[in-house]
């Protein structure tokens, strides 16, 4: 897939972000648009995938460790076609399938999350499996970069560099933002590169928002043997939408009716930018 195809799905992803958190009225737009992008590369061209049989036994594995970002995952589920985009508009209403957190009743989620520190731990424990079983699927977790913060991250982290799990995939967010302000001033993680460098993982720093260096990130951890592979990406919180971009406000709350309008006019103006350049 070619990268102006790619952000067409992103914008479309970013839509259904959007739409989902405002018609939930509560939910986390800032992380999931900041990770819009690589939730497009992931499940447009990464991922060995079948939305006409997720449950198959040889896909690869993807956790989404930061679980309140759950309007990205499923958007990107929605627009690959695991269940159909009007759905978006049932996220967290009772009886819907699509929870404030990512659960197993929901097609495309391998893994139920929201607790942080916990997700990398449950793929850590997927990649050791698949080893074990001689199986050749490959595993991924998206984490936040305020995620780190939690000290179970690190011990499965250890883990897999000790196991040498090259078939574990780690992605950070790295928006700099978490729900009481910037990751440096609350609990600083950095350096990020150098603490998984220090548990025996081979790490790559890309630009969140390049396909091109989406791209060369993943085909560079599949070209690693002997150690997992942590993508640091270094993102925009908020990406895409004029007022939420960089704002702590915009960690965990929906816009309302007015916000909506504007947050989906800055979306309508990107894709009629992407059509002018496909023309």
């Known amino acids: 897939m070619n990268n102006l195809e790619l952000k067409k799905h992103a914008n479309d992803v970013r839509k259904g972000i959007v739409t989902a958190v405002h018609s939930a009225k509560a939910g986390h737009p800032g992380g999931s648009l900041s990770a819009a992008d690589m939730y497009t590369f992931l499940y447009f061209e990464e991922l060995n995938i079948d939305p006409a049989n997720p449950g198959k036994e040889d896909r690869d ?13 499923y958007s990107a589920l929605a627009y690959r076609g695991f269940f159909p985009v009007e759905d978006l508009t049932t996220l967290r209403k009772l009886g819907s399938y699509l929870q404030g957190h990512p659960n197993l009743h929901t097609p495309g989620v391998d893994m139920a999350s929201g607790s942080l520190g916990q997700g990398i731990s449950a793929a850590v424990g997927m990649a050791l499996g698949a080893k074990m079983d001689n199986k050749d699927f490959r595993v991924y977790t998206l984490l936040g970069d305020g995620e780190l913060e939690e000290g179970q991250v690190w011990e499965a982290s250890m883990f897999a560099g000790h196991r040498k ?34 548990f025996n993982f081979h ?12 791209r060369a990130a993943f085909r560079e951890a599949r ?4 150690q997992p592979t942590c993508i640091v990406m270094h993102s925009l919180k908020g990406k ?11 960690h965990g709350k929906a816009p309302n009716d007015e916000e909506y309008a504007v947050a989906m006019a800055d979306l309508e103006k990107i894709e009629a930018e992407l059509e002018k350049e496909e023309a």
């Open 203 to 214: 790490v790559i720093n890309i630009d969140a928002h390049d396909f091109d260096q989406i």
């Open 61 to 73: 594995r993807f956790v989404l460790s930061k679980g309140h970002t759950a309007p990205g995952l």
């Open 223 to 226: 070209a690693t043997k002997g």
């Open 240 to 250: 895409g939408v004029s007022f939420m971009e960089n704002s702590v406000d915009w």
């Open 165 to 198: 799990l090259d078939n574990l995939v780690v992605i950070v967010d790295n928006n700099n933002l978490q729900i009481d302000g910037p990751i440096d001033q609350v609990c600083s993680p950095y350096p990020i590169d150098k603490k998984f460098e220090a």
